[in-house]
């Protein structure tokens, strides 16, 4: 019974990481059109980096998720750290991103 929910929870951990993907690989593709669209110029390119780094911080959530997910059950010293240290780079990830976005507007 617990082996079917193990890989119930770490398959949908899975899929959501993949949608996190997903999402970082459509905004690069944004970024990308509007890069192109712009023709190179300044302003097309802050555009293209708002638009991945709107796109990477939408991901980080879904990230974060799967990482919940899969150590849920915070049972060892190694899976606790895993989780604080994915937490901290997903803090830090998200402030610098956050930042850098207020300084192109």
């Known amino acids: 019974m617990m082996a079917g929910l193990d890989g119930l929870i770490d398959g949908a951990a899975v899929l959501i990481e993949f949608g996190g993907s997903i999402i970082i690989a459509v905004a690069c593709v944004r970024g990308l059109a509007s890069l192109i669209a712009g023709q190179g110029s300044h302003r097309a390119l802050v555009r293209a980096r708002l638009v991945v780094a709107d796109g990477v911080i939408a991901a980080l959530g879904y ?41 192109l507007q």
């Open 63 to 103: 990230k974060t998720a799967a990482t919940l997910l899969k150590t849920i059950e915070l049972q060892t010293w190694t899976a606790i750290g895993m989780f604080s240290t994915i937490l901290i780079f997903r803090t830090v990830i998200k402030r610098v991103l956050v930042w850098e976005e207020a300084r």
